[in-house]
């Protein structure tokens, strides 16, 4: 009969064994797991976007690198898996010494291009699947990007991966080339070097992080008081030691929180104004209700019914506020019920918040750098949007970036 102690060492042995088993092909291959975004509730990936505003399904986006501070060797490799619905790029950018800005093969364009032109400077938009990014230029790539879905990058779709290799030493930078305020940092070490942390402790870090950015992303009692309905676009930017990340509600919320729907509409009366507010720190929102400006079988500009209003009738944007006025029912009120001759619309245009009060001060959509002028100067752009409604009937609306993972709203005016 063995004893207790036998019996126990010999189950310790197993689960060492097992262990083994379980990391040794990671570490020996130099492989490392992280995602690129994330969402929450992560459920009815390429569905109808109603469907998904209805079950709340992708309505937390984490637009983050989870982790987004990773320590690795020399000519280890990291996968990046994209786990959520909206696009993302994972690039390195090879940014010019001024010694040499503008002396090619290193425009100082390349400092941060978009995401449609990535690394074009050397060659190719996108760089391939297991590229080697080595700033030097001597083992690899000075650039390395994943490209976007739009382009058919590499991160075209949910679960697909991008691989990156890293055979030289050092401490790398890298973003998403469509949201400037994710980023995060790769320290390359020498073989030797302990490295701080494994695969399973990366596997909890995300885990964590994800539920630290989706966690409390609307805050409880907006606004209430106030002579008009509020609805709001909220998120929030966390700060970690490899750079920004951040996190948004792809939602509609009243100023109690409560996420609008076509089941739990927002109501009001005849004659009132309801503001539009986008405090989200970094990511850009529209309101548009009738036929989408990004769509190509839509008119330009809004039909008789509808019209954005700055001439000071109802009020001008010196106040920080666009102005429309609905007067009359118009069709669609669904933008996949459009006839050939409707022409209503009201679209806010992109509501965002000003360089000055962004996470970097520089567009989250083009990549842009940011403005020359001292940021506490320049003045702030439009992020509030009013609507008086003048017509009973029922109306959607949509926000035109990100409509397609349910970000899609729904009032109801009442006599």
């Not at 083009?366 to 008086?388: C, D, E, H, I, Y």
Request: hydrophobic share 40%; with cysteine.
């Amino acid at each position: 009969m063995k004893s207790l102690g036998s019996m126990q060492f010999t189950s310790t042995i197993r689960w060492c064994v097992l262990l083994a088993v379980f990391l040794v092909p990671r570490l020996a291959l130099g492989q490392w797991q992280v995602r690129a975004g994330s969402q929450f509730p992560d459920c009815l990936a390429g569905g109808d976007a109603d469907q998904k505003l209805a079950t709340g399904c992708q309505a937390r986006q984490v637009m983050a690198f989870v982790p987004n501070e990773i320590w690795i060797h020399e000519n280890d490799s990291i996968t990046w898996k994209l786990a959520t619905d909206e696009a993302h790029t994972v690039t390195f950018l090879y940014e010019p010494p001024p010694a040499i800005v503008g002396v090619l093969p290193y425009p100082a364009a390349q400092q941060r291009a978009s995401n449609g032109i990535g690394c074009t400077a050397y060659g190719s938009a996108m760089s391939p699947n297991e590229s080697a990014y080595d700033p030097s230029g001597t083992l690899g790539l000075q650039c390395v990007h994943s490209g976007a879905a739009a382009s058919g990058g590499a991160l075209a779709a949910y679960g697909n991966t991008y691989t990156i290799k890293f055979p030289a030493q050092g401490n790398f930078k890298f973003t998403c080339l469509i949201h400037s305020s994710m980023n995060g940092t790769v320290h390359v070490l020498d073989p030797s070097a302990a490295l701080p942390y494994t695969q399973l402790a990366y596997d909890a870090q995300t885990v964590a992080q994800i539920a630290n950015i989706a966690g409390n992303l609307v805050p409880p009692g907006l606004f209430v008081y106030g002579a008009n309905a509020r609805v709001y676009t909220v998120g929030k930017i966390v700060s970690t030691g490899g750079g920004w990340q951040y996190g948004s509600m792809f939602r509609f919320v009243d100023a109690l929180g409560n996420v609008i729907t076509k089941s739990a509409p927002l109501r009001v009366h005849v004659g009132q104004t309801v503001e539009f507010a986008n405090i989200d720190p970094a990511e850009p929102h529209t309101i548009t209700f009738g036929c989408p400006t990004d769509d190509a079988d839509c008119p330009v500009g809004g039909g008789p019914g509808a019209f954005v209003d700055t001439s000071g009738l109802k009020g001008t944007a010196a106040d920080g506020a666009r102005y429309a006025v609905l007067n009359a029912g118009f069709d669609p009120a669904d933008e996949t019920n459009r006839d050939a001759n409707s022409k209503d619309e009201i679209n806010s245009g992109l509501l965002i918040a000003g360089a000055q009060d962004r996470a970097n001060g520089i567009s989250p959509l083009s990549g842009t750098p940011g403005t020359a002028t001292p940021l506490a100067q320049v003045s702030p752009t439009l992020v509030r949007f009013n609507v008086t409604f003048n017509a009973v009937g029922k109306y959607r609306w949509i926000c035109e970036l990100h409509d397609e993972i349910g970000m899609i709203g729904w009032v109801n005016v009442v006599p």
